[in-house]
């Protein structure tokens, strides 16, 4: 209610201008273009099969992954559900407004299962050809979620090509992500990245490279994270990264690096160095992978929360729960410094910039607004954070050093300093890593209370972030660094 949005939960509230919140500060998309993103990435807005339509407003509440026509667009965000022409000139709108204010618009589709009621119409309309069974004839449930699409099958994978280049084609859509991507096969998903490429080179394709439960196609076969390196381009969710650095995602009072947790730190710099090959990484140490399963740090996306689970503020709540709030920001700001500056693509869940609690929620997936609305309010009283996201997506875009493209980039150019403690996580991108103006870049991250001191090399230093404060380029010419507990520094040498 605090949002100054208008049409709220529909496709025009979502692009409104000019909107302010009941603090007078910039909410909706000129929220997003003040932060700085250059995607967006849409919960389900196809057609699914939980909300009632027939109600003009929405009286009831999901996040929609259960379809059921993969090609429509979701009628309970169109101001008028009954007219299939409103919600389809709705979404067009949409799209062309995010477009004109210069951010993409990536959708998820959810091609890995249909609702249980699709499910049976289909399976009385197609009785062999859409869904996976086991030897004996059952259905498998790969999905979680009682059936799942049988990619490999004629129809099934005609399907599914099609339903992507119909957003593609009619709607404009910059990227998909695929929701249990790991039940694809991987010949379906080579078939659709060069269908869509035959459009246009930047169509991104990622996905959650696991399955949701047993499947009966050999894994070998399905576009699972550990197979992801056979398709050039095509991304995944890196959750080594992601656990490493704010703890277990179904543990929900274990920590992760920025907690203090040492062991962390090889999971840490896999994700750094976005999920390719580095000869200072200690694989056999790294959360679930025995070693990289990308080619180029475009297929690495690198994150610490979403929609699924806790929110990163609820988590560091629930680990450390006495700790003031000042140190708790400290720490949130810290996961921030270390997924913005990693290589690979950074993803960030809605609202981390303010701080977004779902008051510890996990599933909220039919929890309602109450749960999962954004707080506006909360921008003004956490602008701090908000200011300092702001300044590290700037400080991406303006230093490709943090953008390496090749996988022999990332190993030439990247280097960490290894021989710290273990709760020290530090590494240097020189010289003039991917033609950055900066020679030599270095961060340097405690995560222990405690403070620390280290020896830098002979250089003449400017410093650009201490204590969570941006600095330009303030020269730093003491041969020793002190790091403050819970603290990052950056600097640079010309």
Partial sequence: PNSGIRHKGKYKGLVEPKTLTADGLASGLDHLKELGITHVQLMPVFDFDSVDESYEAAENYNWGYDPYHWMVPEGSYSDHPSQAKDRIIGFKQMILAFHQAGI???????????????????????????????????FSNGSGCGNEVASEKKVARQLMIQTVLYWVKNFHIDGFRFDLMGLMDLETLEKIKLAVDSIHPNIYLYGEGWTGGATPMDEQHLAVKTNIHKIKGVGVFNDDFRDAVKGHVFASQQGGFINGESHCRPSVQFGIAGAVYHPQIDYPQVNYS????????????????????????????LVQPGLPEEEKIKIHK???????????????????????SKFQRENSYKDGDAINQIDWHRKLKYKD???????????????????????NQIRTLLYFLNDLPPHILAFELSPHANGDEWRRILLVVNSSPETFNMVLPNEEWYMVLESYIWYEGKPFRQPQLTLEGRDCVMLYAR
Avoid at 388 to 407: E, N
């Fill in 104 to 138: 993409g618009v990536i959708m998820d589709l959810v091609l890995n299962h249909f609702s249980e009621n699709r499910f049976q119409e289909l399976v009385y309309l197609y009785p062999n050809e859409l869904f996976r069974t086991w030897p004996d004839g059952s």
């Fill in 290 to 317: 025995d070693g990289s399963w990308a080619v180029e740090p475009t297929q690495g996306i690198n994150y610490i929360s979403c929609h699924d689970n806790l929110t990163l503020w609820d988590k560091i709540n």
């Fill in 334 to 356: 810290m996961g921030l410094t270390i997924l913005l500056l990693s290589q690979g693509v950074p993803f960030l869940h809605s609202g981390v910039e303010m701080l977004r």
């Fill in 385 to 407: 954070v908000f200011t300092y996201l702001q300044k590290l997506i700037a400080l991406r875009k303006a230093h490709p050093a943090f953008q390496c493209q090749t996988g």
